[in-house]
């Protein structure tokens, strides 16, 4: 114990030395790999029984941070703790912690019963048969016990590998892109049955995904990461209503970004001049340090109406839209509407039924509410992740 | 449609016809003219010629002469059924110990261990008592030497194989296509020349002899040249390639995931190695093991060149019989006999082995 007490001292207590959290702690963890750095200095706390969403593009060190906390890659600084023990240097046949590979790497020679048996006849444990049985149920398998991987569907294997860590009562449950393989419909269920299991049995899980709807539909939490960094974390509608960098508006969902010049602070409310039109900001959600930012505001927060129509919106007014493109999917009608200083805005309507379908060179003008939009630092890239969302 | 099914299945036929026609050509028509000279005549010579009398006491009078160990006064068939009992045996009790949970029981591991205990008892006990009579060992025949030093060099080549399939496979990165190319760099040069050179390595003032004489392995005046220690390990380097290019390719296709995944699962290295990494490359151990045995037993020139009359494989009686000594019958039924003999047991190896169950 006194080990652990020197670990986190060594930490510094700026680091957060608060040694009650029983949860899953990094400190300055840190992947160098031959040619580029896979992950950053890394922060991250979770807390025991959460569902923790890794949402990031392909790439960004989110399955790199995965596989230290499994054991699978050691770090090259930093400190990885559990319950308040160290476990940086653990093996991975050391740790309470299992994994739900993305490709779910069930062992071929195995029938269904054996490989979900296997960590328990590792570490000797427990009545075998009764808990293999009692967890083929819980996923449903229990007739599937003596196939072997290769006879099951892809939903099946997923579901097998799903029980073959969870089996173990590991402290923490890692998910490498579980529902990656599987089609659409069946990642939906497979989505509500994981979030059903992890209520369930209250075990920590920790999702790795690059699907930002996947995240915010199971997640407790999410961290945006990116490039090796985190970039915002939080309850998923915190993180999509106020987003704090244009990466994180422009990955999770979609964005309108706009280039002002911030004219006024003023206690909590800041003023930005948006390409001459003046727009209000809440300043709870503003994120830009110079003078100059980036409007932010979603696009089914936009409200379209024809020129001089008084619509709900008091605040931020903006004349002179030209639409340019309009696709009917069915729920809501997508707009493509040219400003006058030619950039292109998207606007989500509602297909309440009430309004009327604009067609394309109507005349428009567009407006949103000020508590809806976001102001970004103007430093940053416009477009950070915007082609990145469902590859 | 039923046209176009008939065309598909003469193309197939079609295709396999020159194969066919090269296997009736040189494997069908020898091995009924070698079936026949097994049953001709022994008294026919090549200038009287030879007469076809169904003379099947050619095979007892074979395994007589090379078949039975030297100071051996029981019938050979009594190994034979040993060695039959200890291959079932060893089948029954890798069968029982990969059942595990499924359809064993405590009991039925008892039940082999004891019927396992009782078989090899039956088959060690005369043979340690022939092998040490009067505290010379025994003389081994040609054909149990064949099987003793195949069976060895198969040993030994999955041994040495396996680590260097395992080094490619999995630590090589990217020096994998070289350390391969050198595997087979043997090859570039006659079997005859490499085991030639061999001759050189283990000669009386080489290198190698003088370390093993140093050591005390053997006399400060021990030779390592004609000894089976020489014979074996020809035939364990001349096959280790045919050892090592099946392994690799089985072990280079495991997942490495998997290996990742059982370490994960509380798998330390080595009962991983056993659960996954072992299990997933038996087909590459078995297609390995009878690539290298098949033609060790068999073999003659490891053990003409490195070996002494001490040391003489059936390889070498049957090359004699046919080019010096011209017995044609003995020669042929020698070979008819070790031919059924190895599909015997490759027959029960392959199917105690079970690989019809993996994958």
């Known amino acids: 114990m006194s080990k652990v007490a020197e670990e986190q001292e060594a930490a510094g207590p700026e680091r957060g030395a608060d040694a009650s959290f029983d949860g899953l702690r990094m400190r300055g963890l840190t992947k160098e790999f031959a040619s580029f750095t896979a992950v950053k200095d890394l922060d991250l706390d979770v807390p025991t029984g959460s569902f923790f969403a890794l949402l990031g593009p392909s790439g960004c060190g989110k399955t790199t941070t995965l596989r230290m906390v499994a054991g699978l890659e050691s770090p090259t600084a930093g400190t990885i703790t559990l319950g308040g023990k160290d476990i940086t240097r653990a093996k991975a046949y050391q740790r309470p912690v299992n994994t739900v590979f993305q490709s779910y790497a069930l062992f071929p020679h195995l029938d269904i019963f054996e490989n979900v048996a296997f960590g328990l006849r590792r570490r000797k444990t427990g009545d075998v048969d009764a808990e293999v049985k009692r967890m083929l149920d819980l996923v449903e398998l229990e007739s599937q016990a003596r196939k072997k991987p290769a006879q099951l569907s892809g939903g099946q294997q997923q579901r097998v590998a799903l029980a073959r860590a969870l089996i173990n009562q590991p402290e923490v449950l890692l998910l490498d892109e579980p529902l990656g393989a599987l089609d659409l419909k069946l990642r939906r269920s497979m989505q509500i049955e994981l979030k059903r299991i992890q209520t369930e049995v209250g075990l920590t899980f920790i999702h790795v995904t690059h699907d930002q709807e996947e995240a915010m539909t199971m997640a407790d939490t999410i961290a945006v990461m990116n490039a090796g960094v985190i970039e915002q974390m939080g309850a998923p509608a915190e993180l999509y209503e106020n987003p704090h960098t244009t990466f994180v508006a422009n990955f999770l969902g979609q964005s309108n970004l706009i280039e002002g010049t911030i004219q006024k602070r003023d206690g909590d409310l800041v003023t930005v001049d948006m390409q001459g039109v003046g727009v209000s900001v809440p300043t709870h959600r503003t994120h830009a340090d110079g003078d100059r930012g980036w409007v932010g505001i979603r696009p089914e927060k936009v409200l379209i109406g024809d020129e001089g129509e008084a619509l709900d919106a008091p605040g931020n007014t903006i004349p002179g839209g030209v639409v340019t493109d309009v696709s009917f999917v069915g729920v809501s009608t997508q707009y493509l509407v040219r400003m006058p200083w030619g950039q292109e805005l998207q606007v989500f309507e509602q297909n309440t039924g009430r309004r009327r379908i604009f067609r394309t060179g109507d005349k428009v003008e567009l407006s949103w509410r000020p508590e809806y939009a976001f102001l970004l630092d103007h430093a940053q890239d416009a477009h950070a992740g915007a082609q990145l969302g469902d590859d | ?359």
Not at chain 2, 316 to 343: C, E, G, K, R
Request: overall charge positive; proline content about 5%; glycine content about 8%.
């Open chain 2, 1 to 359: 449609m039923a046209e176009q099914g008939l065309r598909k299945s003469t193309t197939g036929y079609l295709l396999l016809l020159p194969g066919l026609l090269w296997l009736v050509l040189f494997f069908v028509i020898p091995f009924y003219s070698l079936v026949a000279a097994s049953l001709y005549d022994p008294a026919g010579s090549d200038f009287r010629g030879y007469q076809m009398t169904y003379h099947w006491q050619n095979y007892t009078d074979a395994l007589r002469d090379y078949g039975k160990p030297e100071g051996w006064n029981h019938p050979f068939w009594l190994i034979l059924a040993a060695v039959i009992g200890v291959a079932v045996t060893v089948g029954l009790l890798l069968r029982a110990r990969r059942g595990t949970s499924q359809t064993h029981s405590v009991g039925s591991y008892v039940g082999y261990g004891f019927v396992g205990a009782l078989v090899g008892m039956a088959v060690l006990y005369p043979i340690f008592k022939a092998l040490f009579v009067g505290g010379a060992p025994m003389v081994l025949s040609p054909l149990l030497r064949s099987l003793l030093y195949g069976a060895l060099a198969t040993a030994f080549c999955l041994l040495l194989g396996y680590v260097l399939a395992y080094a490619i496979a999995f630590k090589s990165g990217r020096w994998k296509t070289l350390m391969l190319v050198l595997v087979i760099a043997p090859f570039f040069t006659s079997f005859l020349v490499r085991t030639l050179s061999w001759k050189l390595l283990l000669g009386d003032d080489s290198v190698i002899t003088h370390v093993f004489q140093a050591l005390h392995l053997i006399g400060s005046n021990g030779q390592l040249l004609y000894t089976p220690f020489a014979v074996i390990a020809g035939l364990t380097y001349n096959f280790l390639p045919f050892m090592v290019l099946p392994l690799f390719a089985s072990l280079d296709k495991i997942d490495y995931r998997l290996i990742e995944a059982s370490r994960d699962l509380y798998a330390n290295p080595i009962v991983g190695f056993f659960k996954v990494t072992w299990p997933l490359s038996l087909p590459g151990v078995i297609s390995g093991t009878l690539l290298t045995f098949i033609p060790a037993v068999g073999d003659y020139i490891n053990a003409e060149l490195l070996g002494s009359t001490n040391t003489r494989m059936i390889g070498s009686v049957i090359q004699s019989l046919f080019t010096d000594a011209n017995d044609y019958p003995a020669a042929s039924a020698l070979s008819v006999m070790l031919m059924v003999l190895i599909v015997g047991m490759v027959l029960v190896y392959v199917r105690r082995a079970g690989t019809e169950e993996l994958l």
